[in-house]
């Protein structure tokens, strides 16, 4: 073999080993061994719901997972676990920056942390207040099984394969505040009273124009009859 075949070989086996360091975890090699259960906790009302709208800033999701005992004893590499907000299909569509991959470095179906956890087999519940920063959408909780290096070894979540089942919708902040609100009330009420009085004002001073231009008149009109009775006297004399 030539060196140039050899330099050849020996470079696309360095590619192929970067493609593959560079490479994630592949989503379809994972397990679903663990159970994920996650409910909208109204605090308006103080109520519990496994689907329904959920709002941001002041709603919570209680979020539990565990092992699945079909699995046990087979969870020794698991050492956290890190529990995640996913993308449903539909709100996925047509956004290419959601968009599903099975190289989980590239996958974005998946792109907001909630917590992460120390495992245990027995699992565990956290209750996270939907932060503000979250799009409005329709989603599903994943919860990853991970190494000491972080690596996904396993998952569970709380929808079926296909996501079309157990979904939240989380409501986004509209943008306004209440105090914002009167506010803009005040102030308008403010403007309406400013100019009904600048039109008032401007009413009152038509008018004393308007009088002052009928006295003028009413003077010239005197004055005028009094010039033309003088001619007349002064003709007869």
């Not at 490479?23 to 061994?33: C, D, I, Q, R, W």
């Not at 996958?107 to 565990?124: A, E, F, L, R």
């Not at 690596?151 to 409501?171: H, P, R, S, W």
Request: charged share 20%; glycine share 6%; aromatic share 8%.
């Amino acid at each position: 073999m030539s060196a140039i075949k050899i330099a050849l070989v020996l470079a696309v086996a360095l590619l192929a080993l970067v493609s593959v360091a560079e490479a994630g975890v592949s989503f379809k090699s994972l397990n679903e061994t663990l159970t994920v259960q996650a409910q909208i906790h109204d605090r308006a009302t103080n109520m519990t719901f496994f689907t329904g709208l959920a709002h941001v800033g002041t709603d919570d999701m209680v979020i539990s997972w565990a092992l699945n005992s079909s699995f046990a004893g087979k969870d020794a590499r698991y050492v956290n676990v890190k529990i995640r907000l996913c993308y449903a299909p539909v709100s996925q569509t047509d956004r290419g920056w959601r968009k599903t991959k099975d190289d989980l470095e590239k996958d974005k179906t998946c792109s907001k942390g909630i917590t992460q956890q120390k495992y245990v087999p027995t699992g565990n519940t956290t209750i996270w207040r939907i932060t503000k920063d979250v799009p409005g959408a329709v989603y599903f909780v994943r919860v990853y099984a991970v190494d000491a290096l972080g690596t996904e070894l396993a998952f569970g979540q709380t929808t079926d394969k296909a996501k079309t089942i157990n979904l939240m919708e989380i409501v986004p902040i509209s943008g306004r505040h209440v105090s914002i609100d009167i506010a803009a009330a005040v102030f308008s009420v403010f403007s309406v009273g400013s100019l009904m009085g600048f039109l008032g004002l401007e009413a009152i001073k038509q008018r004393k124009a308007n009088s002052k231009a009928g006295h003028f008149f009413r003077e010239a009109f005197i004055d005028t009859i009094r010039g033309q009775s003088v001619l007349r006297e002064v003709k007869i004399i």
